[in-house]
């Protein structure tokens, strides 16, 4: 069936780090792939998204590329920010409906 | 509103009793998720509705968890005869089609805690 892998959180970073956090997904076809990012306290948003191979998505200074050979869709930011501290959820959309993974905590620190 | 409201924000009910959570999508979206956060997991997808079609209630995980939608606006999901593992972040959204081209919207949540 369709699922989602996500790297294990909480990721430490000091500030001005760079970020990966890691995605791999199985689905049917080739799905447009998402990520939602929860700021705390606040509801589920979107960051990014890419709708077909080699796409990159890119947002605030995050990106993730559409890798269909790796099924892939890792999230990368050059120099993160305290203000990026957040839950992630990386979510491929299959047959009408978002898989989301288990979420990636990042945690920023000045 | 603007955005997506889901009440109550908190609930809190002992073992055996029924729950009703309400969503209110954004208007003129005319489809609508429902999510389940347990702790420490991912969303789980519950149901979808896209506007008068028969909604996808494959996520249901029992036949004690139903869900209705009136129209293309509010959506009441009910839980009878709760038990403890329906303890979640219940999560409601919305989009303008059902499509991966929309962005899904999504409310704040009722947090279910069930004694």
């Known amino acids: 069936g369709n699922s989602v892998t996500q790297m294990e959180g909480p990721v430490t970073l000091s500030e001005e780090a760079f970020l990966t956090i890691n995605c791999t997904y199985t689905?049917?076809?080739?799905?447009?792939l998402f990520w939602y990012v929860q700021y705390p306290g606040e509801g589920l948003q979107l960051l990014l998204k890419?709708?077909?191979?080699?796409d990159k998505g890119s947002n605030k200074g995050f990106e993730a590329t559409y890798r269909k050979e790796t099924t892939s869709f890792h999230l990368e930011k050059g120099s993160v920010q305290v203000s990026d501290s957040a839950v992630y959820f990386c979510a491929p959309y299959n047959t009408d409906k978002l898989i989301f993974g288990t979420g990636t905590r990042l945690q920023v620190f000045p | 509103g603007a955005g997506v409201s889901q009440s109550p924000s908190n609930k809190v009910t002992e073992k055996g009793k029924d729950v009703e959570l309400r969503c209110d999508p954004i208007?003129?979206?005319?489809?609508l998720y429902w999510y389940r956060q347990r702790l420490g997991q991912g969303l789980e997808f519950l149901i979808y509705?896209?506007?008068?079609?028969?909604?996808?209630k494959s996520g249901l995980p029992s036949d004690r968890f139903s869900a209705e939608r009136t129209g293309e606006s509010v959506s009441t999901l009910t839980i009878q005869r709760t038990q403890q593992e329906d303890s979640a972040v219940y999560l409601c959204?919305?989009?303008?089609?059902?499509?991966?081209?929309?962005?899904?919207?999504f409310g704040p949540g009722t947090r279910l805690t069930v004694l």
């Open positions: 959204a919305s989009s303008f089609a059902g499509v991966s081209m929309y962005e899904q919207f």
């Open positions: 208007s003129g979206h005319t489809a």
């Open positions: 890419a709708t077909k191979a080699d």
């Open positions: 509705f896209q506007g008068n079609s028969a909604p996808d």
């Open positions: 689905a049917t076809g080739y799905p447009s």
